[in-house]
Protein backbone atom coordinates (compact mmCIF):
# COMPACT_ATOMS: atom_id res chain seq x y z
CA UNK A 1 0.00 0.00 0.00
CA UNK A 2 1.47 3.45 -1.04
CA UNK A 3 1.81 6.31 1.72
CA UNK A 4 -1.46 8.46 -0.21
CA UNK A 5 -3.59 5.08 -0.30
CA UNK A 6 -2.72 4.36 3.87
CA UNK A 7 -3.27 7.80 4.73
CA UNK A 8 -6.75 7.76 2.44
CA UNK A 9 -7.87 4.54 4.19
CA UNK A 10 -6.91 5.98 7.90
CA UNK A 11 -8.88 9.18 7.04
CA UNK A 12 -12.24 7.29 5.79
CA UNK A 13 -12.21 5.57 9.12
CA UNK A 14 -11.59 9.03 11.27
CA UNK A 15 -14.88 9.91 9.16
CA UNK A 16 -16.60 7.48 10.18
CA UNK A 17 -16.37 8.30 13.63
CA UNK A 18 -17.15 11.96 13.45
CA UNK A 19 -19.70 12.82 10.79
CA UNK A 20 -21.44 15.94 12.85
CA UNK A 21 -17.95 17.69 13.48
CA UNK A 22 -17.96 21.69 12.84
CA UNK A 23 -14.21 20.35 11.86
CA UNK A 24 -15.45 17.82 8.91
CA UNK A 25 -14.88 20.57 6.39
CA UNK A 26 -11.26 21.67 7.39
CA UNK A 27 -10.35 18.18 7.42
CA UNK A 28 -12.02 17.12 4.16
CA UNK A 29 -10.41 20.51 1.92
CA UNK A 30 -7.19 19.69 3.79
CA UNK A 31 -7.08 16.02 2.78
CA UNK A 32 -8.12 17.24 -0.78
CA UNK A 33 -4.92 19.60 -0.53
CA UNK A 34 -2.80 16.54 0.57
CA UNK A 35 -3.97 14.27 -2.34
CA UNK A 36 -3.02 16.76 -4.66
CA UNK A 37 0.15 17.94 -3.28
CA UNK A 38 1.28 14.77 -1.30
CA UNK A 39 4.55 14.55 0.64
CA UNK A 40 7.12 17.18 -0.37
CA UNK A 41 10.38 16.11 -2.15
CA UNK A 42 13.20 18.45 -3.04
CA UNK A 43 11.68 19.38 -5.49
CA UNK A 44 9.84 21.61 -3.83
CA UNK A 45 11.70 24.71 -3.40
CA UNK A 46 10.83 25.28 0.38
CA UNK A 47 12.17 21.72 0.95
CA UNK A 48 15.54 21.82 -1.37
CA UNK A 49 17.51 20.45 1.43
CA UNK A 50 15.44 18.85 3.28
CA UNK A 51 14.31 15.53 2.02
CA UNK A 52 11.50 13.59 4.21
CA UNK A 53 9.72 11.87 1.47
CA UNK A 54 11.76 8.74 1.84
CA UNK A 55 10.91 8.72 5.69
CA UNK A 56 7.14 7.94 4.50
CA UNK A 57 8.31 4.86 2.74
CA UNK A 58 8.94 3.45 5.83
CA UNK A 59 6.63 1.36 8.32
CA UNK A 60 5.14 3.80 10.73
CA UNK A 61 1.84 2.74 12.99
CA UNK A 62 -0.65 6.01 12.57
CA UNK A 63 -2.75 5.83 15.31
CA UNK A 64 -6.22 7.88 15.33
CA UNK A 65 -7.90 6.22 18.28
CA UNK A 66 -6.76 7.07 21.81
CA UNK A 67 -7.61 4.05 23.47
CA UNK A 68 -5.07 2.06 21.39
CA UNK A 69 -2.54 3.85 23.81
CA UNK A 70 -1.05 2.77 27.22
CA UNK A 71 1.07 4.96 29.16
CA UNK A 72 1.65 5.36 32.29
CA UNK A 73 2.45 8.61 34.20
CA UNK A 74 5.81 7.45 35.33
CA UNK A 75 7.20 7.04 31.78
CA UNK A 76 6.77 11.11 31.92
CA UNK A 77 9.53 11.85 34.59
CA UNK A 78 12.61 11.26 32.47
CA UNK A 79 11.37 14.26 30.69
CA UNK A 80 10.06 16.93 33.34
CA UNK A 81 11.72 19.79 33.05
CA UNK A 82 13.19 22.05 35.94
CA UNK A 83 10.34 23.70 38.00
CA UNK A 84 7.28 21.53 36.68
CA UNK A 85 5.96 21.29 40.44
CA UNK A 86 4.58 24.94 39.93
CA UNK A 87 4.03 24.75 36.46
CA UNK A 88 0.80 24.21 34.05
CA UNK A 89 1.31 20.69 32.14
CA UNK A 90 0.10 19.62 28.90
CA UNK A 91 0.83 16.00 27.81
CA UNK A 92 0.70 14.74 23.80
CA UNK A 93 1.34 10.95 23.41
CA UNK A 94 1.42 9.79 20.29
CA UNK A 95 0.10 13.46 19.07
CA UNK A 96 -2.65 12.95 21.23
CA UNK A 97 -3.80 15.56 24.60
CA UNK A 98 -3.64 13.26 27.85
CA UNK A 99 -6.16 14.96 29.87
CA UNK A 100 -5.24 12.43 32.75
CA UNK A 101 -0.97 13.54 32.54
CA UNK A 102 -1.35 17.29 32.10
CA UNK A 103 -2.11 19.29 35.23
CA UNK A 104 -3.81 22.95 35.69
CA UNK A 105 -2.52 24.99 38.16
CA UNK A 106 -3.80 28.58 36.70
CA UNK A 107 -7.00 30.03 36.64
CA UNK A 108 -6.09 32.24 34.15
CA UNK A 109 -5.57 29.07 31.66
CA UNK A 110 -8.42 26.83 30.22
CA UNK A 111 -7.66 23.82 27.97
CA UNK A 112 -10.23 21.79 26.32
CA UNK A 113 -10.10 19.72 22.96
CA UNK A 114 -10.26 21.29 19.85
CA UNK A 115 -13.61 20.06 19.15
CA UNK A 116 -15.40 20.90 21.96
CA UNK A 117 -14.05 24.68 21.95
CA UNK A 118 -15.45 24.46 17.56
CA UNK A 119 -19.03 24.58 19.58
CA UNK A 120 -19.20 26.65 22.38
CA UNK A 121 -18.42 30.44 23.09
CA UNK A 122 -14.89 30.21 21.56
CA UNK A 123 -16.00 28.91 17.97
CA UNK A 124 -15.80 32.07 16.28
CA UNK A 125 -11.46 32.18 17.46
CA UNK A 126 -11.91 28.28 16.42
CA UNK A 127 -13.14 29.40 12.79
CA UNK A 128 -11.08 32.30 12.34
CA UNK A 129 -7.78 30.72 13.39
CA UNK A 130 -7.79 27.59 13.16
CA UNK A 131 -6.11 25.95 9.79
CA UNK A 132 -4.88 29.72 8.78
CA UNK A 133 -1.13 28.78 9.04
CA UNK A 134 -1.83 27.14 5.57
CA UNK A 135 -1.83 30.18 4.23
CA UNK A 136 1.70 29.94 4.22
CA UNK A 137 2.74 25.93 3.80
CA UNK A 138 1.44 25.46 0.49
CA UNK A 139 2.40 21.77 1.19
CA UNK A 140 1.13 18.20 1.85
CA UNK A 141 2.79 17.62 5.14
CA UNK A 142 0.82 20.89 6.98
CA UNK A 143 -2.22 20.00 4.89
CA UNK A 144 -1.55 16.04 6.55
CA UNK A 145 -1.67 17.25 10.05
CA UNK A 146 -4.78 18.94 9.18
CA UNK A 147 -6.75 16.36 7.93
CA UNK A 148 -6.10 14.26 11.12
CA UNK A 149 -7.15 16.72 13.86
CA UNK A 150 -7.87 14.98 16.56
CA UNK A 151 -7.41 15.06 20.39
CA UNK A 152 -6.45 18.54 19.87
CA UNK A 153 -6.39 20.97 22.55
CA UNK A 154 -7.47 24.94 22.72
CA UNK A 155 -5.59 26.67 25.05
CA UNK A 156 -7.26 30.05 25.92
CA UNK A 157 -5.82 32.72 28.20
CA UNK A 158 -8.53 35.32 29.81
CA UNK A 159 -8.34 38.66 28.44
CA UNK A 160 -6.32 40.77 31.11
CA UNK A 161 -4.91 38.21 32.45
CA UNK A 162 -1.14 36.84 33.06
CA UNK A 163 -0.97 33.21 33.72
CA UNK A 164 1.03 33.06 36.79
CA UNK A 165 2.37 29.94 36.13
CA UNK A 166 4.66 28.64 32.86
CA UNK A 167 3.06 26.28 30.55
CA UNK A 168 5.09 23.26 30.08
CA UNK A 169 4.18 21.29 27.36
CA UNK A 170 5.55 18.20 26.43
CA UNK A 171 5.71 16.50 23.18
CA UNK A 172 6.02 12.50 23.50
CA UNK A 173 6.54 9.78 21.14
CA UNK A 174 6.23 6.45 22.08
CA UNK A 175 8.29 3.91 19.58
CA UNK A 176 8.57 1.02 21.92
CA UNK A 177 6.90 -1.27 19.67
CA UNK A 178 7.17 0.26 16.33
CA UNK A 179 7.99 3.31 14.41
CA UNK A 180 5.68 6.05 15.34
CA UNK A 181 3.97 8.84 13.26
CA UNK A 182 2.29 11.40 15.66
CA UNK A 183 0.73 14.71 14.63
CA UNK A 184 -0.09 17.21 17.60
CA UNK A 185 -2.26 19.57 17.33
CA UNK A 186 -3.06 22.88 19.23
CA UNK A 187 -4.32 26.33 19.03
CA UNK A 188 -3.90 28.91 21.51
CA UNK A 189 -5.81 32.31 21.72
CA UNK A 190 -4.30 34.98 23.56
CA UNK A 191 -6.93 37.55 24.72
CA UNK A 192 -6.70 41.27 25.13
CA UNK A 193 -3.92 42.29 27.61
CA UNK A 194 -3.04 38.86 28.69
CA UNK A 195 0.63 37.33 28.84
CA UNK A 196 1.46 34.00 29.11
CA UNK A 197 4.84 31.89 29.09
CA UNK A 198 5.30 28.83 27.32
CA UNK A 199 8.07 25.75 27.26
CA UNK A 200 7.76 23.10 24.88
CA UNK A 201 9.99 20.07 24.63
CA UNK A 202 10.07 16.80 22.50
CA UNK A 203 10.98 13.24 23.39
CA UNK A 204 11.34 9.77 21.99
CA UNK A 205 10.74 6.71 23.71
CA UNK A 206 12.23 3.44 22.48
CA UNK A 207 14.16 2.72 19.71
CA UNK A 208 12.01 2.54 17.27
CA UNK A 209 11.49 5.60 14.76
CA UNK A 210 9.45 8.46 15.69
CA UNK A 211 7.78 11.15 13.39
CA UNK A 212 6.31 14.11 15.20
CA UNK A 213 4.60 16.31 12.24
CA UNK A 214 3.40 18.91 14.64
CA UNK A 215 1.09 22.05 14.14
CA UNK A 216 0.90 25.12 16.76
CA UNK A 217 -1.23 27.72 15.84
CA UNK A 218 -1.33 30.87 17.83
CA UNK A 219 -3.96 34.01 18.05
CA UNK A 220 -2.16 37.30 19.88
CA UNK A 221 -5.18 39.66 21.04
CA UNK A 222 -4.21 43.59 21.33
CA UNK A 223 -1.58 44.03 23.94
CA UNK A 224 -0.87 40.96 24.67
CA UNK A 225 2.09 39.44 25.53
CA UNK A 226 3.83 36.08 23.95
CA UNK A 227 7.00 34.28 25.69
CA UNK A 228 7.52 31.00 23.29
CA UNK A 229 10.52 28.26 23.89
CA UNK A 230 10.75 25.64 22.11
CA UNK A 231 13.54 22.85 23.14
CA UNK A 232 14.61 20.46 20.71
CA UNK A 233 17.09 17.74 22.23
CA UNK A 234 15.04 14.36 21.04
CA UNK A 235 16.91 11.12 20.33
CA UNK A 236 18.73 10.13 17.00
CA UNK A 237 15.93 7.99 15.74
CA UNK A 238 13.19 10.86 15.85
CA UNK A 239 12.43 12.90 12.97
CA UNK A 240 10.22 16.14 13.51
CA UNK A 241 8.73 19.00 11.69
CA UNK A 242 7.30 21.42 13.96
CA UNK A 243 5.49 24.19 12.20
CA UNK A 244 4.67 27.40 14.93
CA UNK A 245 2.29 30.16 13.59
CA UNK A 246 2.15 33.30 15.21
CA UNK A 247 -0.69 35.31 14.20
CA UNK A 248 -0.31 38.85 16.17
CA UNK A 249 -4.02 40.24 15.47
CA UNK A 250 -3.65 43.23 17.86
CA UNK A 251 -0.81 45.18 18.46
CA UNK A 252 1.27 42.60 20.70
CA UNK A 253 4.73 41.68 21.53
CA UNK A 254 5.77 37.81 20.52
CA UNK A 255 8.95 36.54 21.79
CA UNK A 256 10.15 33.32 20.29
CA UNK A 257 12.88 31.29 20.58
CA UNK A 258 13.63 27.54 19.06
CA UNK A 259 16.80 25.90 20.37
CA UNK A 260 17.17 22.92 18.61
CA UNK A 261 20.74 20.33 20.27
CA UNK A 262 19.62 17.07 18.76
CA UNK A 263 17.39 14.65 16.85
CA UNK A 264 17.65 12.90 13.81
CA UNK A 265 16.28 15.39 11.08
CA UNK A 266 14.23 18.73 12.62
CA UNK A 267 12.47 20.78 10.39
CA UNK A 268 11.23 24.21 12.22
CA UNK A 269 8.63 26.26 10.41
CA UNK A 270 7.84 29.51 12.30
CA UNK A 271 5.55 32.21 11.05
CA UNK A 272 5.35 35.38 12.34
CA UNK A 273 1.86 37.57 11.03
CA UNK A 274 1.51 40.92 11.83
CA UNK A 275 -1.62 42.28 11.29
CA UNK A 276 -2.33 45.07 13.37
CA UNK A 277 0.15 48.39 13.51
CA UNK A 278 2.82 48.70 16.66
CA UNK A 279 3.34 44.89 16.44
CA UNK A 280 6.80 43.39 18.18
CA UNK A 281 8.04 40.08 16.94
CA UNK A 282 11.81 38.95 18.22
CA UNK A 283 12.73 35.40 17.07
CA UNK A 284 15.99 33.52 17.94
CA UNK A 285 17.10 30.23 17.33
CA UNK A 286 20.39 28.32 18.35
CA UNK A 287 20.81 24.96 16.59
CA UNK A 288 23.72 22.80 17.73
CA UNK A 289 24.25 19.50 15.73
CA UNK A 290 26.91 16.95 15.23
CA UNK A 291 26.77 13.37 14.05
CA UNK A 292 24.46 13.23 10.98
CA UNK A 293 21.99 14.99 11.84
CA UNK A 294 20.13 17.41 10.09
CA UNK A 295 18.23 20.51 11.22
CA UNK A 296 16.63 23.48 8.77
CA UNK A 297 14.89 26.70 10.08
CA UNK A 298 12.08 28.49 7.90
CA UNK A 299 10.90 31.78 9.26
CA UNK A 300 8.56 34.32 7.46
CA UNK A 301 7.88 38.07 8.99
CA UNK A 302 4.93 39.08 7.56
CA UNK A 303 4.45 42.72 7.77
CA UNK A 304 0.58 43.27 7.02
CA UNK A 305 0.37 46.77 8.91
CA UNK A 306 2.35 49.76 9.58
CA UNK A 307 5.17 50.39 12.08
CA UNK A 308 5.83 46.90 12.91
CA UNK A 309 9.24 45.80 14.14
CA UNK A 310 10.85 42.67 14.21
CA UNK A 311 14.43 41.00 15.05
CA UNK A 312 15.51 38.00 13.99
CA UNK A 313 18.93 36.57 15.36
CA UNK A 314 19.55 32.33 14.78
CA UNK A 315 22.82 31.21 14.94
CA UNK A 316 24.40 27.42 14.44
CA UNK A 317 27.09 25.45 15.57
CA UNK A 318 27.53 22.50 13.25
CA UNK A 319 30.03 19.50 13.37
CA UNK A 320 30.94 15.83 12.17
CA UNK A 321 28.50 15.11 8.79
CA UNK A 322 25.65 17.70 10.08
CA UNK A 323 23.94 19.48 7.70
CA UNK A 324 21.87 22.99 8.83
CA UNK A 325 19.54 25.05 6.60
CA UNK A 326 18.56 28.67 7.57
CA UNK A 327 15.73 30.22 4.89
CA UNK A 328 14.26 33.80 6.40
CA UNK A 329 11.96 35.51 4.38
CA UNK A 330 10.65 38.99 5.26
CA UNK A 331 7.43 40.48 3.49
CA UNK A 332 6.94 44.32 3.57
CA UNK A 333 3.15 44.63 1.74
CA UNK A 334 2.73 47.96 0.17
CA UNK A 335 0.15 49.20 3.63
CA UNK A 336 3.19 48.30 5.84
CA UNK A 337 4.97 51.85 5.86
CA UNK A 338 7.55 52.58 8.44
CA UNK A 339 8.45 49.14 9.03
CA UNK A 340 11.50 47.70 10.82
CA UNK A 341 12.72 44.70 10.09
CA UNK A 342 16.09 42.98 10.91
CA UNK A 343 17.36 39.48 10.01
CA UNK A 344 21.20 38.16 10.68
CA UNK A 345 22.34 34.20 10.12
CA UNK A 346 25.69 33.51 11.53
CA UNK A 347 27.10 29.91 11.64
CA UNK A 348 30.06 28.31 12.79
CA UNK A 349 31.60 25.24 11.40
CA UNK A 350 33.47 22.67 12.73
CA UNK A 351 34.08 19.79 10.72
CA UNK A 352 35.34 19.52 6.73
CA UNK A 353 32.27 17.68 6.57
CA UNK A 354 29.85 19.65 8.14
CA UNK A 355 27.59 21.88 6.18
CA UNK A 356 24.54 25.27 5.78
CA UNK A 357 22.38 25.97 3.37
CA UNK A 358 21.56 29.74 4.01
CA UNK A 359 18.90 32.07 2.44
CA UNK A 360 18.16 35.05 3.69
CA UNK A 361 15.05 36.70 1.43
CA UNK A 362 13.68 40.24 1.68
CA UNK A 363 10.35 40.93 -0.40
CA UNK A 364 9.63 44.56 0.14
CA UNK A 365 6.45 46.64 -1.57
CA UNK A 366 6.63 49.83 0.70
CA UNK A 367 8.65 52.43 0.31
CA UNK A 368 9.71 54.10 3.95
CA UNK A 369 11.22 51.12 5.51
CA UNK A 370 14.32 50.26 7.39
CA UNK A 371 14.91 46.48 6.44
CA UNK A 372 18.19 44.35 6.56
CA UNK A 373 19.75 40.76 6.16
CA UNK A 374 22.66 39.37 6.61
CA UNK A 375 24.65 35.48 7.10
CA UNK A 376 27.91 34.36 7.46
CA UNK A 377 29.78 31.03 7.59
CA UNK A 378 32.75 30.23 8.59
CA UNK A 379 35.03 28.53 10.96
CA UNK A 380 36.12 29.21 15.03
CA UNK A 381 38.27 32.10 15.45
CA UNK A 382 42.03 31.10 15.09
CA UNK A 383 43.68 34.13 17.27
CA UNK A 384 40.86 34.23 19.48
CA UNK A 385 41.90 30.38 19.89
CA UNK A 386 45.40 30.71 20.20
CA UNK A 387 44.84 33.57 22.86
CA UNK A 388 43.14 31.11 25.45
CA UNK A 389 45.48 28.48 24.54
CA UNK A 390 48.49 30.84 25.90
CA UNK A 391 47.19 31.45 29.02
CA UNK A 392 47.57 27.76 30.01
CA UNK A 393 43.45 26.85 28.63
CA UNK A 394 43.44 23.27 26.90
CA UNK A 395 42.46 23.34 23.79
CA UNK A 396 39.40 21.56 24.10
CA UNK A 397 38.06 24.22 26.59
CA UNK A 398 38.68 27.09 24.95
CA UNK A 399 37.13 26.09 22.38
CA UNK A 400 33.78 25.43 24.10
CA UNK A 401 34.50 28.79 25.87
CA UNK A 402 34.34 30.24 22.24
CA UNK A 403 31.32 28.73 21.14
CA UNK A 404 29.21 29.02 24.11
CA UNK A 405 30.47 32.56 23.95
CA UNK A 406 29.00 32.54 20.32
CA UNK A 407 25.60 31.01 21.76
CA UNK A 408 25.57 33.60 24.03
CA UNK A 409 23.16 36.01 22.12
CA UNK A 410 20.62 33.79 21.78
CA UNK A 411 20.65 32.12 25.30
CA UNK A 412 20.16 35.86 26.35
CA UNK A 413 16.91 36.08 24.54
CA UNK A 414 15.54 33.90 26.94
CA UNK A 415 13.60 35.66 29.47
CA UNK A 416 13.02 33.30 32.15
CA UNK A 417 15.88 32.94 34.02
CA UNK A 418 14.39 29.21 35.25
CA UNK A 419 14.10 28.28 31.49
CA UNK A 420 17.55 30.32 30.40
CA UNK A 421 19.46 27.69 33.08
CA UNK A 422 18.16 25.08 32.22
CA UNK A 423 18.87 25.40 28.30
CA UNK A 424 22.36 26.73 29.32
CA UNK A 425 23.02 23.72 31.14
CA UNK A 426 22.07 22.04 27.90
CA UNK A 427 24.04 23.92 25.78
CA UNK A 428 26.79 23.19 27.69
CA UNK A 429 26.82 19.32 28.11
CA UNK A 430 26.51 19.76 24.24
CA UNK A 431 29.90 21.66 23.98
CA UNK A 432 31.37 19.69 26.70
CA UNK A 433 32.18 22.38 28.90
CA UNK A 434 34.07 22.13 32.44
Known amino acids: MDTITYFKDRFEKLQEQQLDSRLKSLRDDAFSTF ?40 ELQPFLLPGHENANVIVFVNGHYHAEHSVLRSEELEVISLETAAHNQYAPVVEKHLGHSADYHKDGINALNTAFIQEGVFIHIQKGKTVNHPVYIYNVTDARSGNIFAQPRALVHVGENAQVEILETFATIGSDESFTNQVFEIAVEENAVLHLYKIQNDAANSTIVSTTHVHQVGKSVANVVTISLSGGLVRNNLNMVMSAPYCEANLSGLYLQSGHTHVDNHTVVDNRQPNCLSNELYKGIMNGHATGVFNGKIFVRQIAQKTNAYQTNKNILLSGNATVNTKPQLEIFADDVKCSHGCTVGRLDEEALFYLKARGISEATARSLLLHGFALDVLEKIGSEDVRQFVNKLVTASLNLD
Not at 47 to 67: A, E, G, N, V
Open 35 to 74: EKAGIPTVKHEEWKYTRISDFFSKDYHFTTDLQEQQFRAA
